[in-house]
Structure formats: structure tokens, C-alpha cells
């Protein structure tokens, strides 16, 4: 087996397509729109990898194809593809690369040491905001930053068994980004920061002191998703961030939701049109407005200025969530 990242080149090259989708290859993925073959379906595209390696179908189900292949950098996609070069020795370590999975692509906190894997790998614990500045491991091998995908391939594929068998190692790669999950988790279990549940809908309010400092900011930097997935249950998430004029708002599908899972129930996106209208409709902040925003892979809706920034909401997180529920119910009651 050998790894070759995705480029027009490979169009028509047999392959593959390891976590990422591409065409004319076969799939392993939890991607949208993959055809993974069934028996080795799983949640993350690591688990699939882990699957494939242990199937006795194995030559079967790859069609001999040794040429592996992914069009993007995150810690799923580099964990399955190791697993898929590395065979049937990948599957010693199976809990804690899921686990790593489970927490670079859905911010799921299965393990303390799966949260740092992910971290070390992809820079946060989240797949998709907040990473600007690439991968951790990949700057510390190359002693600059990288910012081609291919290259940090080639980086980091050599030192992911390194990393799993002794994570200790690689602590200045992930401690600072630790150390944010660890607090806002102690903020839930201390109930500085809370969650409520509201007939499938989970209302997250989060401590102020989580943004103060070398905290998150809640205009620059995403929710605390790790410690939101691990104690939120709803379908849909209302984070509200209190501040002084107000809060912050932004409303999340699960974090999980953008990708095609075999256990974790498949959530629907929401008509939200009709809670936006009402929402603005009672909002006194007029320099903000409630709308669509999808530039996260699980984002919804925020409350957001003229510039796309954040901005305070005069709401109360009752009287937003008491908006969703009454809209909801005029939606439902309007279908025939």
C-alpha cells in the first residue's frame, strides 16, 4: 500500500478513497454521498479503515488497489489512512483511534488521550474552525510551518505509531489545547456552565469566566465543543455566552450530524425560517440580526453585527428557546 494525496493526476487512477470522497475509486468514508461497501460501515472513517483491515474480505473489498488517497488534512483522515498502510498491526491500537477520531471530527470526548491524539494532529478539538495555524505535529517535525496538505502527510503518516504509544512525548504539542478542554469540562461538572434540555433541544449556557484571559473569545473563537458534546443530548444546540451588554447565540446541529453515521442517529437540519422571523421580531438589539450561518460544518443560525461578527443579543436564552419551540409547532401545524 502507499498514500499519494488526491490531485487531478489521480482522476482517473485507480484508488482508494480514504475518508474524503473522490471519484472513480472505492470508498472508505463517512463522507456524504460515499459508497463504503456495507459490511465495513462505521461512524468515522478510522473505524471503517479498522474494519477493512481486519475483514478477511479485505482483498476482496480493495479490489487489489494499492494506491490510497485523501483531498484533506484532519485527524480522521490521517488516522484511516495510517490504518489502511499499516494493516492488521493497526488494529492493537484500535480504542484510542477511535477515539482520536471520534474527537478530531465530531469533538467527542471518548478519552483524555483521543482528545490529545487529535489535537497534536489537527491543531484543535474540532475538525472544522478555530485552526488556523495547521497542524502541531507536522510544525514540530518540519521546524516550519506547513501549510500544504500533502506535505504534512508525508510529516506526520511516519510518526503516528510514535504518537500513540507514547502521547506523553508529544505534551508541548497538545498540553495548551488540553488545558482548554479540561476547563470548560470542569465548568459543566462544577455547574459554572450548564445545560438544560427543552423537548430536543439542549440550552448551553457557558461561564463568562471561559472567555476571560487566555480563554476562548467568544467573537474570535468557537464554542467549547468537547465539553458541549459531552454533556448536551438535544438535536439541536442553543449556546448562549453571556456578556455585558447581553449574550452571544449561536444555534448547532450535534457536532457528529455532518457526516453519515452508522450508530449515532442521523439528525435532520430544521426549517428555521419562521423562528428567525420571530426572533427578529422581538430582538431590540438593531445593530445585530438572527440568520442562517453555515460557515461551520454543524452551524445553523447566529446573532451576528453587519460584519458577520458576533454580537450581543438582548434575548433571554428562555425567550429564544421558547421562540424555537413556539415556531417549530406553527411549522408543524402548517403542513397539510
Known amino acids: 500500500m502507499r498514500f499519494e494525496f488526491y490531485s487531478d493526476a489521480l482522476e482517473n487512477v485507480p484508488k482508494l478513497s480514504v475518508d474524503g470522497t473522490v471519484d472513480n475509486a472505492i470508498h ?12 465495513v460501515k462505521a461512524d468515522t472513517s478510522t473505524e471503517i479503515a479498522l474494519n477493512l483491515v481486519a475483514s478477511p474480505n479485505r482483498a476482496a473489498l480493495t479490489n487489489g488497489i494499492e494506491l490510497v488517497t ?28 477511535i477515539a482520536a477520531a471520534e474527537a478530531g471530527d465530531f469533538s467527542e470526548h471518548s478519552s483524555d488521550d483521543g482528545v490529545r491524539v487529535s489535537i497534536a ?25 506547513v501549510n500544504d496538505d500533502a506535505r504534512a502527510y508525508e510529516l506526520v503518516l511516519p510518526e503516528v505509531e510514535r504518537l500513540l504509544t507514547n502521547i506523553n512525548a508529544y505534551e508541548h504539542l497538545w498540553r495548551e489545547g488540553w488545558n482548554s478542554v479540561a476547563a470548560a469540562i470542569e465548568s459543566f461538572e462544577r455547574g459554572k456552565s450548564t445545560v438544560t434540555e427543552h423537548s430536543g433541544i439542549s440550552v448551553i449556557t457557558l461561564a463568562p469566566e471561559l472567555f476571560d484571559g487566555a480563554g476562548f473569545r467568544p467573537t474570535k473563537h468557537s464554542a467549547p465543543y468537547t465539553a458541549i458534546s459531552k454533556f448536551a443530548r438535544g438535536e439541536l444546540f442553543l449556546i ?36 428567525l422571523q420571530l426572533l427578529n421580531s422581538k430582538e431590540s438589539n438593531r445593530d445585530g440580526r438572527w440568520q442562517p450561518d453555515d460557515r461551520e460544518m454543524t452551524s445553523a443560525v447566529k446573532f451576528l453585527d453587519a460584519s458577520g461578527t458576533l454580537t450581543a443579543s438582548r434575548l433571554e436564552p428562555d425567550e429564544v428557546v421558547s421562540v424555537l419551540q413556539t415556531s417549530e409547532s406553527l411549522v408543524a401545524s402548517s403542513v397539510p
Open 121 to 145: 494532529i489537527q491543531g484543535s478539538d474540532q475538525a472544522s474552525p478555530n485552526n488556523d495555524d495547521g497542524s502541531p505535529l507536522a510544525r514540530f517535525l518540519a521546524g516550519e510551518e
Open 240 to 275: 448562549a455566552i453571556p456578556s455585558s451588554g447581553g449574550w452571544f447565540y449561536r444555534l448547532d446541529y450535534p457536532y457528529y450530524s455532518w457526516a453519515e453515521t452508522v450508530v449515532r442517529p442521523r439528525i435532520k437540519r430544521r426549517d428555521l425560517s419562521t423562528a
Open 70 to 97: 485523501n483531498n484533506h488534512f484532519d485527524t480522521d483522515g490521517v488516522l484511516s489512512v495510517w490504518t489502511v498502510l499499516t494493516g492488521e498491526r493497526a488494529l492493537a491500537h484500535r480504542s484510542l483511534l
Open 28 to 39: 472508505f468514508s463517512h463522507w456524504e454521498g460515499n459508497a463504503t461497501p456495507t459490511e
